[in-house]
């Protein structure tokens, strides 16, 4: 079960940080004045789908509370590495970002440090 509730975690987190992201790019770079960059962060605070992500965020939060109760942090934490092959890979797919070799390579070895890190 202490799984699923990383998995849980994971699927919030990126969730969060891809709608976060896409809504964000439609609102434009960030005001240089002060007064304009409360505005900014009032208007893109209260849209629909960045509010979703915080709530994702949040979610993914008791996700790992609950896995916090099955499995050992050291054991569990570096599965949160997987968050780091994902996000490129659907920023690449949704948002057309850069998918360059070293970010390949630098995910391959992120999968091999998961992958020896939950044999121990």
């Given at each position: 079960m202490g799984y699923l509730y990383i998995l849980g975690t994971i699927l919030f987190t990126v969730y969060g940080q891809l709608v976060i992201k896409w809504r964000v790019s439609l609102y434009g770079d960030l005001p240089s004045l002060?007064?304009?960059?409360?505005i900014f962060f009032a208007r893109v605070f209260f849209d629909f789908w960045v509010l979703?992500?915080?709530?994702?965020?949040?979610?993914?939060?008791?996700?790992w509370i609950s896995a916090m109760t099955k499995l050992d942090l050291s054991h569990a934490y570096p599965f949160m590495g997987l968050t780091f092959?994902?996000?490129?890979?659907?920023?690449?797919?949704?948002f057309g970002?850069?998918?360059?070799?070293?970010?390949m390579i630098g995910a391959s070895f992120i999968m091999l440090g998961i992958i020896m890190s939950s044999q121990g």
């Open positions: 002060f007064l304009e960059k409360i979703s992500g915080f709530i994702a965020g949040f979610i993914a939060g008791l996700f092959i994902l996000i490129p890979i659907f920023s690449f797919l949704f970002e850069n998918l360059s070799v070293y970010k």
